[in-house]
Each structure stands twice: as C-alpha cells, then as structure tokens.
C-alpha cells in the first residue's frame, strides 16, 4: 500500500510537471515512487493560507496522512475572500462540507496538486518589477477573479505589504507550527528562502537555514546565485535542495521509512 | 501556554462587540463576570467587529506567549474577515492594556496593528430569527481599527462577501480546532456550537425563554444587549456546569 504525503507552500512548492519551478517535488516524484503526493501549496500564498490548510488536513480532512510537509514562505503575505469563479462558475457550496471545496487535479497515480475553490485576493507582500503581470497570472490560475473593486485594487498593489498586523500572524504560526511539531513527529517544516528572522529557526529538519547551508557546505555566498529570473530556484537549485540539503536531514530518512515500511 | 498552577488566577476573553468593553465604564457580560469572581484577574481581548480569523490570531498569543488558566471564545459571524494595513510602528510595540475603570480585576488588551474589518450577516446560520434583529435597526457592516480602537469613518469601497466564501470555511475549521483545545467557546447571534452544553444561541435562548417581546427587552437598537440582557446573559452562562467550572476549579 503507497504512503501519502501530504505538501503546503507557496510557488517555491507549487509544481506542475511542465514547470521548472518547484521541480524538487518531481525529484521527490522520482526517488520515492511508492509515496503517495498530495500538494496543497498555492503561488502567491503566504502563511494565513498555510495555517489553513494545515487545520484542515488535521481536523477536517478524511484522508490520514503519513507525513505533512510545510514548506514556509515570506512572513507578510495575506489572503482575503472575494467573490469569484472556479471553472467559470460562481463558486458557492455548503461551507459545512469542506471536502467539497477541494479539488484534487491528478497528474498521474502518484501525484495531484490539490485545489481549495473558494476564491481569494492574495497579497504577495513582495514587490516585483513586473507585479501586474504576476498579478494577473496567479489571480487567473488560482481562480481569484473577484470584481475590481478599489479593495481589490489596493491588494493587487500590495497595500499590506510590511504590515505589522500580517508580520504578527506569522510569527504567531511559527509558535503554533513549533507547538504542534513538539508533539506530532509527521509534520515538518522547511524553507528554500531563508525567512528574515533570526530569532527565528526556520525548519525542524534538523538542518542550518537553507542560505546558511549554501554558503557553508556549497560555498554559494549568495542564493541569488541560484534563483531563475522569478527569484525562484533554478534547476541546479532545486536539485541542490533536494539531494543534498532535504535527503541528508530527517526529511529524508522520514521518507526513506515511509518508502521502505 | 495554559498556566499548569492549580489555583485560577488569570482568565482570557476572546470575542467580538459582544464581549467587547468599549470604554471605561462600559458593563456586559465579561464585567459582570469580573465582579461576580473578584479573585481572578480577567484579560479582555474581545474587539468590535472582529471575525475569526482575528480570534484565531488572539488565542495563538494568549496560547503561545502568555500564560493564562483559562479561555473563554464567543463566536462570531462565520463571514468576517480582517485585512492588514501598513502601520508604521515597532513591531514590538503590540498591545494597549487598560484596567477597567471600576471593575479593578478586568483588563482591557487592544491590539495596535492597524486592519480593516469585514462584517456580514448574510450567511448567517440562524436566518429567521436574525432577520427579525435586523429590522431593528440596520447593521454595521464594517469598522477600522487601528492603534487598539475602532475608528468612526466608513469606507466608500465597503467589501460586501458573498455566501460560502473562503471566511465561512476557515470560521468552520476555527472552530473544529477548539474542540481539540482546553477552550470553552459559546454563539451569542450566529449560532456556531458552543461545548458548555447551551442548547442554542444565547439570543435563541433569550426568544425561547422570554419570546420576541422579552428578545427586544434584552437587546437593543445595534443588536447588542441591554444591561438587563447582559446581565441574563451571564446567568445563562453560568446555569452550564463547564462554564462554571472555569472559576470553581
């Protein structure tokens, strides 16, 4: 019987197999093919989404997962219901049944990315040179068509960007993540993007901070160094997280013992 | 973290406008607690037209870096949202704490970090009897907070939600997770469940004990109760065995 795993992070996660980006769960696909992936993560989402489907999946959802993996993202990212479409109708269901608002897009037996319908504006709370095309990109895939409203508008500029009340939400998750890691040995949490916190330990994988890691066991002073034109990692990068920063840590014998049980 | 001292000392409010002490010598249910128990210290972090995701925000703090015995929840509407603002202040700098002006156990905790405050009741569980409260008087539909108080001035780009909308799930699951903590949480319009035993809302026990005439006593033009409402309220709440529990334990 295949082990499931169940993924949440943002585009650094969020992997089709005809993209580069977040291509270190294709290597993942490739090197444990009795796992089971369902991927929940969601580009342009931030922690508030995370905390979500985290509740989800522990309280909610029917399916009971090996191991969750969360992959955290920048701290002042937030989301904000609007109403909107999922395949190009007005997405209403009985909030009771929260089953239903998912939908698994399956790629193949082994992997799905995993789709919440509900339609949401989600603040980056990064700027990019190039932020309305984004905008308009991510807003179209991850169903987020929502009336232009001046609202709208203020978070397609990223008004919330460096918000203190956001910046507080996701210190909060990280207390809550340490808390509920403390006592749940199937959750572990990791970040390719070192999160500008130092007080902060940013997984539970028993490794140093991603960009620690780089520049002492790989020499690379700069992440930049391996991050593509959308500041995400390249190839070379995501091979680089995957091989040697995720299967030397107890992300890896995790899932050398769910492959091999 | 929970305080594992056996004896009570501090007790944790989270809520809304209904629980919310708006000014220093504003009474409700929570006051009438405080005076009612005047040895434990009541920590009020209810805030007017706040939804759960500001609650969930709250009872992570109070959770992870205070140390309370216990917390009491009053739900909310499922359909409210907060939105953060930019706030030029030290991230440090969180909180407003106010001890309430004569009630000397009860303290006031608002949080600074400016957001806007969606509210709706159009999804509300409870249609018939919510809309016979609205017909008294039109609701507010939204708020601005910043620096720990709601500010007067309405927005032109009012966000109206939709029903089922992303807010009505993450309420769902909010409260789905309170069953798995040492929380006591209870509805006052919206009924969302309550684990104190209550066979309903408490303005559903209110029309079912006093019927429409006795509802309209205990509320008033904003849909919020009366000091007599109040003051049922708190004699309801405490007619729950867990409910009390919480201060004789």
Known sequence: ?261 | MLNSNSKIKKVAIIGCSHSDIHSNDHENWTTFLARRYSNINFHNYASSGHGHVFHDLVLKHVMYEEEYDKIIVQLTGDNRWSIPLPHDINLDDKWIIEQHGSCGNMYKHRLKFARYNTTSFNSTCDQDLLQKLKTLKEYNRGSLSVNGFNLPEAKEWQYTPGVHTMAQYYSKLFVKSLDRLPVVYFSFHNDMGNNIGLPGTITSIFGERWGELGLVERLDDTLHCTNKGYRDMTDILLESKKFREIFNA
């Open chain 1, 1 to 261: 019987m295949h082990k499931r795993i169940a993924l949440i992070g943002c585009s650094h996660s969020d992997w089709k197999p005809e993209n580069e980006m977040g291509s270190w769960i294709s290597f993942l696909n490739k090197k444990y093919p009795n796992i089971k992936v369902d991927n929940y993560s969601a580009s342009g989402h931030g922690h508030i989404y995370f905390d979500f489907i985290l509740r989800y999946l522990r309280y909610s959802c029917k399916i009971n997962y090996d191991l969750i993996i969360v992959q955290l993202t920048h701290p002042n990212r937030w989301m904000v219901p609007v109403h909107g479409y999922h395949n190009g109708k007005l997405f209403s269901c009985d909030s009771n049944d929260l089953d239903n608002a998912f939908e698994f897009e399956v790629y193949s037996e082994q992997y799905s990315r995993v789709l919440f319908k509900p339609a949401r504006r989600v603040s980056g709370g990064i700027k990019l040179l190039d932020q309305d095309q984004i905008n308009d990109d991510v807003y179209k895939l991850y169903y987020n068509q929502g009336n232009q409203t001046n609202l709208d508008m203020d978070l397609r500029n990223d008004e919330a960007l460096l918000s203190p009340f956001t910046l507080f939400h996701s210190s909060l998750f990280f207390s809550y993540l340490k808390e509920i890691t403390d006592i749940d040995d199937n959750l572990l949490y990791f970040t390719p993007r070192t999160i500008d916190r130092h007080d902060i330990l940013d997984n539970n994988i028993n490794q140093p901070r991603f960009a620690d890691w780089l520049r002492k066991e790989k020499n690379i002073k700069n992440i930049n160094d391996i991050l593509d034109s959308t500041m995400h990692l390249d190839s070379d990068g995501n091979k680089l997280l995957f091989d040697e920063y995720l299967l030397t840590s107890k992300l890896g014998k995790k899932l050398d013992n769910l492959s091999y049980s």
